[in-house]
Structure formats: structure tokens, C-alpha cells
């Protein structure tokens, strides 16, 4: 039996799993800081910090108890070490690192975006590779092809604002509240959302790049030309139309990468993964063309720690191994973490 626990800290969401043979999740906490959050508009670095530093040791030892396991049980402590708030990163590569050392166990650092691709396999063992996956989040939209275990090309990323970012700040420019884009999800359910139009920025019909900043000014010069009471008013069309052009964007860039590498299944991962309109546009359109799209449940889609478990099975059947000098990384590029 392998007993593996990971520590998730890249943001603002504390995670702790211990996952057993790569297969049974025996425990999965997540402490979310939202509210912490909320009244800044926005993640406040040192905040996100402190509450992880709160937060991390407790929680551990929870999840050790709620697995009905030993801590001497376990085999492997997994941690995300890259990308991510780096004084985030810095308290659970710690905690980690000083948890390995204790235990006489390996310690494994995982890349985040590895994370959220291997998470699809927490519901779906049997997927084989190759695939096309899609990590859409608050601070990612990735594309990559994953030929097989642990090989990451990149085909794609945002250039400017990922697209949890935009519908984010959206979500602020619109009095939403943050984070804005389950409240813009929510709103935009049942209205149609072709009503207004806000642009599309494909780049190039061969660029697999993402590209919302100018998404989000439209949005802003839109809203100076209307009234508080028509934003109002019509409020939900506006949700509607602006979610719509950031799907129509992922959905026609990943099933075009899907087509060019002659991949049949299609992953999406990530926050904004959780997103209904994401969801039920790239089933609808995956279906249409005879391609599969995996998609895990809203739970593993956003920051959790089972997908780091999930990711450090892999490293550790290879003995792939960190040392304790192991140092966290705000930026690095996936192919990088791997290489």
C-alpha cells in the first residue's frame, strides 16, 4: 500500500489529502479564504499567508485522523512548490519539507498546473493518453498537449489576463463582489447570450494563445456608456454576453488543438472548469464533433490537494524525489518543472 499526503498552498486556498495506491482518497480538506478576501476586491498576499500558516498544521493532523491511518503509515509528503503567491508557496514547501524530514520520508514537489492535469484522474483512472488538456483558472488559462505520463507540451497560454482574471474584475467593474465569476455564472444562467457582443481575440487562426485584456476594457468602455440604473437593469444580459465571449474562445482554440494533433479526448481543469456555461458548451461541442471531453467534478476543479496527491503518484513510482533544500518558485513553466 502507498500512503501519500499533499499539501496545497499556492494561493489563497489551504489544501490537505492523503490518498491511497494512486486510487482511494482518504481525506480531501479544503480551507477556502474568500471572505478573508472579499472586502480587498482581491487576493492580499500577506493575508492569503498568515491564514495558511494558521491553517496547515491543524489541518494535517485532521486529515491523519479522519484517514484512520498512522502518521508512520505514510509513505510520501507531496507539496506544491511552483507556480503560485510565492509567501503562500513558502508556508506549505515548509511545513512540508519539515514533515518529510521528521517522518524519514520522501519529499515531492509538484508543479500546480501539473496538479489540476492530473486531477482529471482522480474520477477517471482508466484515461489514456494522448489527450488535449485545457487548465482554465483565476491566474492560468494553459493549453497543452500531454502525449503521455508526465510529458507537457505547451501549445498555448494567456498573454495577458487569464480568464478567472478577467471574468473576475468583470465580476468588480459590475459590483459583484469577489470573487465575481461564479456570482457572473450564475446571473448569465438562462438568458441568451447574444444580446451584446463583446469581442473575441483569436490572435491568429494558427495561434493556440489566450488574450482577455482587451475583453476587459471593452467591458469598461461598455459600462461608461450606460447609466447605474441600465447596468442594473440588465445586468444578467451583460453577465451573459461577457461569459460567453471568453467560452467561445476556449472552446474554439482547444477543440482546433484537439483536431490539428488528432486527439480524441479533450480535458478541462482548473477554477474556472467548475464554470456551467465551460461546461455545457465544450460537452455540446465536444459531442458534435466526436471528440471526448473530461471535465472533474466542481470539486477538483478548483485548488485542492487530492490533485497534487494524484500528481505525485507518478514522481514517486519513478523515485522522483525533492531534496530539503527544495525552494518554492512564483513563475515556472511547467515544461521546466518536468524536464
Do not use: W
Amino acid at each position: 500500500m502507498m500512503h501519500i499526503l499533499a499539501i496545497e498552498t499556492s494561493c489563497d486556498e489551504t489544501g490537505v489529502s492523503i490518498l491511497k495506491d494512486g486510487r482511494m482518497i482518504l481525506a480531501n480538506l479544503l480551507s477556502t479564504q474568500a471572505a478573508t478576501h472579499a472586502p480587498f476586491g482581491g487576493i492580499v498576499p500577506e493575508l492569503a499567508s498568515r491564514k495558511h500558516m494558521e491553517m496547515v498544521q491543524p489541518m494535517v493532523m485532521q486529515a491523519i485522523h479522519q484517514s484512520g491511518i498512522k502518521i508512520s503509515e505514510i509513505d510520501a509528503i507531496a507539496v506544491t512548490y511552483a507556480p503560485g503567491l510565492v509567501g503562500a508557496l513558502v508556508v506549505g514547501v515548509s511545513f512540508g519539507k519539515a514533515l518529510a524530514y521528521a517522518l524519514n520520508r520522501p519529499l515531492i514537489g509538484i508543479h500546480h498546473l501539473e496538479g489540476h492535469i492530473q486531477s482529471i484522474f482522480l474520477e477517471n483512472p482508466g484515461l489514456a493518453y494522448p489527450f488535449i488538456a485545457l487548465v482554465v483558472s483565476g491566474g492560468h488559462t494553459n493549453l497543452y498537449h500531454v502525449e503521455k505520463a508526465g510529458v507537457y507540451h505547451s501549445l498555448g497560454r494567456s498573454i495577458d489576463d487569464a480568464a478567472g482574471e478577467a471574468l473576475d474584475k468583470a465580476g468588480k467593474m459590475l459590483n459583484l463582489g469577489y470573487p465575481g465569476g461564479p456570482v457572473i455564472d450564475r446571473l448569465a444562467k438562462g438568458e441568451a447570450p447574444d444580446q451584446y457582443r463583446f469581442p473575441r481575440a483569436f490572435l491568429s487562426k494558427t495561434s493556440y494563445d489566450f488574450s482577455f485584456s482587451g475583453l476587459k476594457t471593452s467591458l469598461r468602455t461598455f459600462l461608461e456608456k450606460k447609466t447605474e440604473g441600465e447596468v442594473k437593469s440588465e445586468l444578467s444580459r451583460i453577465a451573459s454576453a461577457f461569459q460567453e465571449a471568453i467560452v467561445d474562445v476556449l472552446a474554439e482554440k482547444t477543440l482546433r488543438a484537439a483536431g490539428a494533433f488528432n486527439v480524441q479526448t479533450v480535458v478541462i481543469v482548473g477554477g474556472v472548469a467548475a464554470n456551467s456555461r465551460l461546461r455545457a458548451r465544450m460537452s455540446e461541442e465536444g459531442e458534435r464533433k466526436g471528440i471526448e471531453v473530461l471535465i472533474p467534478s466542481p470539486g477538483f476543479c478548483t485548488d485542492n490537494a487530492a490533485m497534487i496527491a494524484m500528481a505525485a503518484v507518478g514522481h514517486f513510482e519513478k523515485k522522483d524525489f525533492a531534496s530539503l533544500d527544495l525552494n518554492p518558485a512564483g513563475s515556472l513553466a511547467l515544461e521546466e518543472a518536468v524536464a
